[in-house]
Structures are given as C-alpha cells and as structure tokens.
C-alpha cells in the first residue's frame, strides 16, 4: 500500500509556455506554473490552462496539444511515462508548450477532451483484463455509476475510491512470489484461487517503450533528445510468470520483452506489438462481446515486425514510475506496486545500439 500510495501521489512540476504563434498580446502570458499526477494525461489539464490563457489566443476552436522540445506529446500516454521517456535526466520544472491552435494530425490521432481520454482508459483496463483473466465481461458490464466514480478516481488521484470501485471488476492478481517461495515450495499456475477465493494470474500486461540511441555518451544529460517518435519502439504485450524454485525477476521479464538485449548472437527480433493507435481506434461504447478485445491482444502476439540488433546493445536505463529498479528485484512486487491504474504496467528502456555503417 505505501508503494501504491508514493505512485499515485506523485506528480511532475510543469512550466508551460504557450506557443509564440497564439501569443496576441504584449507582454506575452507568463508561463503556467502546475503539479501534473503522475497517473494523470496531459489534456485533462485543459481546465486549468483554457482560462489562464484565453485572454491571448487568438480567435478559432480550441484543441489543446502540447510539445516539448519541437516533439507533439501523445495524448493517452500516462504524464509520467512521458517524462520518463523523455527527461533521461529529469528536467525540474519539465517545460513544456501547449497549443490551442494547428492540431499536428498528422502525427498525432484526434483528441475530443476528456472523453477521448476516458475511452482509451477503459479500452486500456479492457485488454489488460482480457489478458490476466481471459475475458474482459467484468469491465464491459460495469455500470455507467461504477465507470464514471472510477473514471474520476484516475482523474483526481484518488487511490481509496479507485480500490474499491475496482476491486468490483475481479481482475485476478499477482502472486507475491517472494512471499510465496519463502512459506511454501508449492507453486499456484495461472486460474488458481487462493483461500480467500482470488484469482491469480500469471499473466501481466506491459506497455514497454524502448529508446534506442546510437550516439556515445557517459552521463544522462548528454544524452540525444528525442526529436521523432519513429525513435521510440512500442512492446504491447504480456509477460507469462514462470514459476519455479526462485523468483521471477525484473531481469527475467526483461529477457521475455526484449530477448535481443540478453543474447550474445546477432538475432531477428520478433517482438513489436499492435501500435495503440490502433486500440485507440476501437470505439469503446459499441463494444458489446469480448470479440473485438481478444482479436486486438491477439494481434500483440501476429502482428510481428522483425528487426537486427547486434549483440553489442546495451541497456543503458531502466525507469518505472520515475524509478530506476534494481534488475533483480522480483517482478511480481513491481507488477503489484507499480502498475498504472490501466492495469498495465509501463516500462521505459534507454538502449545503446551500434551505429550502422554506411557502407
């Protein structure tokens, strides 16, 4: 519960300047000043920034977005993952620019406020059941009162009521394997219930984003900014727990996502998932059996693209939630304790690849 409580309680101190073009007047707006959750989505922050700077824009139809460093933000990814991804060494206050005007839609797929975010969130809690649980009817049945109090619990970071409305929807847990090992040799495979009647999973979503760099570089502040999202490689897919005589670790679910970090022979890759363009694209409310979600997750496993990565790569950052997990650490606590409110659990790698050869 501490864990729990650290993640959702923690925010990103934001300084967002509004971009030059949309400035009308002089002096130009200072910058907005906001604690962002780290659990939260950067348009949910509209409220805020509209009134602060409505009395500068100029005339036209709203549509927030914003950029860092010339790169357009995708909208449903969490804050903290974005930071996380992008601020290898964490900027303090993160500075950011929002626009209101020329929505990139040709980099980014629309955002209708709030209720876009609110669907990718649900379509999100979705596939995560339909992974651990074999089915996603719990999510899909839940009633509009449970969906909207669960909704606004992400939004207003508030872990109590998320607990309990979620708790409704009995998706199956994680074993603490540490704690599991250290009572009892036996193990408990993935349908299994425990005395209290949960259900247990071996099955975890992760959203993995892996930042290859080929520049050479000693310290974090050196290195490269991200300027394109074709940089940033997206694993959508589960992590299967194996049991055996010793924890499953970090290290071992990390030999799963991206097997070509860990081997000493150059390799095809098959391990890209579906895009979450692609999720985002299934209309949550005319979803009505679990057929389009189980066609979806398994097109993390079919939709395969194949790439070389030379033995030489080298993992250069590891960060969770804004922390930089020992490698050993048993995968099950970090599933249980560090997991976004999707249920999915978003990991960003920085790696170190060879650079290529012209000739």
């Known amino acids: 519960m501490e864990a729990q409580k650290y993640v959702w309680d923690g925010a990103i101190p934001l300084q967002i300047h509004l971009h030059e073009s949309q400035v009308t007047t002089l002096p130009p707006p200072p910058p907005a000043l906001i604690l962002a959750p780290r659990i939260g989505y950067l348009p949910l922050l509209a409220s805020l920034l509209k009134p602060y700077f409505s009395s500068t824009l100029p005339p036209g139809v709203d549509t927030i977005w914003f950029d860092y460093n010339g790169l357009p933000l995708k909208w449903y990814i969490p804050t903290g993952v974005l930071f996380d991804l992008l601020c290898a060494e964490p900027e303090r206050p993160w500075n950011l620019t929002v626009h209101f005007r020329g929505y990139p839609g040709t980099v980014l797929i629309p955002c209708e406020g709030e209720d876009s975010v609110k669907w990718s969130y649900i379509n999100s809690l979705k596939e995560a059941a339909y992974i651990m649980n074999g089915n996603c009817k719990n999510v899909m049945n839940m009633s509009q009162s449970d969906q909207l109090e669960l909704w606004h619990s992400v939004m207003n970071g508030n872990l109590e009521t998320y607990q309990r409305v979620s708790s409704k929807l009995k998706l199956a847990t994680v074993e603490d394997e540490h704690t599991s090992l250290c009572s009892s040799k036996s193990q408990q495979g993935f349908g299994e219930t425990d005395l209290a009647g949960q259900v247990k999973t071996g099955r975890v979503p992760v959203r993995l984003y892996v930042w290859s760099v080929s520049e050479d570089f000693d310290d974090l502040e050196d290195m490269p900014k991200v300027d394109s999202w074709e940089k940033i490689s997206y694993i959508n897919r589960p992590v299967e727990i194996h049991k055996e005589d010793k924890c499953f670790t970090l290290h071992d679910a990390l030999k799963i996502l991206v097997p070509e970090f860990f081997s000493n022979d ?94």
Request: charged share 25%.
């Open 266 to 359: 150059l390799m095809n890759v098959k391990s890209a998932g579906v895009d979450f363009e692609d999720a985002l694209r299934i209309p949550s409310e005319d979803v009505s059996s679990d057929k389009v979600v189980e066609d979806h997750v398994q097109n993390a496993y079919e939709h395969r693209e194949a790439c070389s990565i030379s033995s030489s790569a080298e993992i250069k950052l590891i960060r969770i939630q804004g922390i930089e997990p020992k490698l050993e650490i048993p995968f099950s606590w970090v599933v249980n304790n560090l997991m976004n409110p999707d249920y999915f659990l978003h990991i960003c790698v920085c790696v170190k690849v060879p650079q290529q050869n012209s000739t």
